[in-house]
């Protein structure tokens, strides 16, 4: 089947190799503590402040664990979103959009909660965790109805 | 809209996973059409039709509800 968006199967496990070394860093960094891993970077746009000392276009010293966590887990993830099932036809692709769809709701619902509800740092902590959130609903939205629409097929025939 | 994709498979001695490789679609996707879940392409339709040898108004009907 002809499909616009969609890498080939071939790179799927890539990307969950990717996505898991993300999350790993990821969570190690907002539940354990900074792994202090520290690179010469070159910000277009950066602050020199209070707490902030990454200057714009300038060289500077930065901690690059954050970074490289959200680097990965945004390149895993689309790789996992975007990449065909081994067995994609219209159906899937259909199942993949409705998927899609039931993500950007559910993310954009709870943002709207939160918009209301939480202030100060812990909405800073929200706005962290939603740069991701679109990408994880879907994956785990879309795997489970494929799998599901799978598990029917065991009753029928 | 209401299908005899499952009557019709009987017809020809096909088991689900057969068809499904027949017209190049995974076998989730035939279970589906049969449980009236999904509403195949025209493509697909054209396919099932050529495989079944009879017209796709044939093999789908529409619903009072379509």
Same mark, same amino acid.
């Given at each position: 089947?002809?499909?616009?968006?969609?890498?080939?199967?071939?790179?799927?496990?890539?990307?969950?190799?990717?996505?898991?070394?993300?999350?790993?860093?990821?969570?190690?960094?907002?539940?354990?503590?900074?792994?202090?891993?520290?690179?010469?970077?070159?910000?277009?746009?950066?602050?020199?402040?209070?707490?902030?000392?990454?200057?714009?276009?300038?060289?500077?010293?930065?901690?690059?664990?954050?970074?490289? @966590?959200?680097?990965?887990?945004?390149?895993?993830?689309?790789?996992? /979103? $975007?990449?065909?099932? @081994?067995?994609?036809?219209?159906?899937?692709?259909?199942?993949?959009?409705?998927?899609?769809?039931? /993500?950007?709701?559910?993310?954009?619902?709870?943002?709207? $909660? @939160?918009?209301?509800?939480?202030?100060?740092?812990?909405?800073?902590?929200?706005?962290?965790?939603?740069?991701?959130?679109?990408?994880? &609903?879907?994956?785990?939205? $879309?795997?489970?109805?494929? @799998?599901?629409?799978?598990?029917? &097929?065991?009753?029928?025939? | 809209?209401? *299908?005899?994709?499952?009557?019709?498979?009987?017809?020809?001695? %096909?088991?689900?996973?057969?068809?499904?490789?027949?017209?190049?679609?995974?076998?989730?996707?035939? *279970?589906?059409?049969?449980?009236?879940?999904?509403? #195949?392409?025209?493509?697909?339709? %054209?396919? %099932?039709?050529?495989?079944?040898?009879? #017209?796709?108004?044939?093999?789908?009907?529409? +619903?009072? +509800? +379509?």
């Amino acid at each position: 089947m002809k499909t616009k968006y969609l890498l080939n199967n071939k790179y799927k496990p890539l990307g969950w190799f990717l996505l898991t070394i993300g999350l790993l860093i990821g969570s190690y960094i907002l539940f354990i503590g900074d792994l202090n891993w520290t690179m010469r970077v070159f910000p277009l746009l950066g602050e020199e402040g209070f707490i902030s000392k990454t200057p714009s276009l300038e060289w500077s010293d930065n901690e690059i664990e954050d970074e490289l @966590a959200s680097l990965l887990f945004i390149a895993g993830g689309l790789i996992v /979103a $975007f990449s065909k099932t @081994a067995d994609e036809d219209e159906f899937i692709s259909k199942i993949r959009l409705e998927s899609l769809m039931w /993500a950007t709701w559910v993310n954009y619902i709870i943002l709207f $909660f @939160a918009v209301l509800f939480v202030f100060d740092m812990p909405f800073f902590n929200v706005m962290i965790y939603n740069m991701f959130t679109v990408l994880l &609903l879907f994956i785990l939205k $879309f795997h489970y109805e494929v @799998a599901k629409s799978k598990r029917t &097929l065991v009753y029928e025939e | 809209m209401k *299908n005899s994709i499952k009557v019709e498979r009987a017809i020809k001695g %096909l088991t689900q996973a057969k068809l499904a490789e027949l017209i190049g679609v995974s076998r989730q996707t035939i *279970n589906a059409m049969e449980l009236n879940k999904y509403v #195949p392409s025209t493509v697909l339709a %054209l396919k %099932l039709s050529e495989i079944f040898e009879k #017209p796709v108004n044939e093999i789908f009907q529409l +619903d009072a +509800d +379509d």
